[in-house]
């Protein structure tokens, strides 16, 4: 399976034009967007119509710029899904998220986020590869080093202790777009908002 996972676009829709080009190039089967679609809510309009218009499955959750109810919009909208708190399978691999972050205008606290995770994994526990998907980075991860502002969250770290994902796709710290690390056996990427393309 070939995805594109990216995060942080913060409603650049010359970019989402873009990333939705990308994607159609390169054939992915799935779009995986890590939060952040919108700046502080604003700039919603067609921030997923580029990537829907491929009719690839789009899956999304809010970042700490735009609330959970408006990524359910922006799902609706455009028969995305909005993985927050949710699972989705697709083959043998399995797909579950929390979005949000512990700072920010939208944020959620630390059981928040790891009880969203509990939730949607118990639906995806048996697929043979398992898929993580946040906004927030894990604490004690390299890419929290590059922000002396931004933390890393607590739930998420304990999530891949405790749920063992392949790969985690995060975003948030901007400056650490990009930069792959293992994590125990987790594979943790910050996508960044130029995207990645993922093959499973």
Known sequence: MK???????HGDLSLVKKLAEKADKEN???????GDLTHFEQSTEGIIGPFAKLNKKVI????????????????DLYGA???HGYSYKLSDIGL???GSANIGPFQISENEIFDSLKKSYKYIKDSKKKIMVTHVHPKGSAMEKLSDFIPGSNAVTKAINQFKPDLLLCGHVHEAAGIEEKINNTLVMNVGRLGKIIEI
């Open 28 to 34: 992915v089967d799935l779009i995986v967007l890590c």
């Open 96 to 98: 579950f998220g929390c």
């Open 60 to 75: 999304l959750i809010p970042g700490n710029h735009e609330s959970v109810a408006t990524a359910d919009f922006l799902a």
């Open 81 to 83: 899904l909005n993985l």
């Open 3 to 9: 995805i594109l996972a990216a995060s942080d676009i």
